[in-house]
Structure formats: C-alpha cells, structure tokens
C-alpha cells in the first residue's frame, strides 16, 4: 500500500501502540473491534494491510478514548 494511505490513516506503529496503551492482546483488540482475527490485527500493525475505512474511524474512536 501507498505511503500517501498510511499518512491519511493510523499507521501500523500507531495502532500498536493504541492496543498497547489500551492495555489489550492481539486478540482482545480484535474482539474489541468487532471480532476480528488475530491476523487482521497483525497485518495491520505490521502494515501488510490497511485497516478498512470504518475501521479507521473506530480506531480514532479509540484513540480518542470515545468508547461504544
């Protein structure tokens, strides 16, 4: 993927570092965001995949400390 996609969105190092201050595994963040796999999770934060656009917004949510 485009260096121009992963400025407009969390970047891999990002989204790791929101599992990690939200204190979560792999595998509780992809429950959190909808019942993921672990591999979609790693995928992004190894940034192999983008995360989809409605995640990237449940990602800032996130980050955001907006809770659903």
Excluded: N, V
């Amino acid at each position: 993927f485009s260096c121009r996609y992963w400025r407009r969105s969390m970047t891999p190092t990002k989204i790791k570092e929101l599992r990690l201050r939200l204190g979560l595994s792999q595998q509780a963040f992809a429950e959190k965001l909808g019942g993921l796999s672990i591999s979609t999770i790693a995928d992004w934060e190894r940034g192999r995949h983008p995360p989809t656009a409605a995640h990237q917004r449940r990602l800032q949510e996130l980050d955001k400390g907006e809770e659903r």
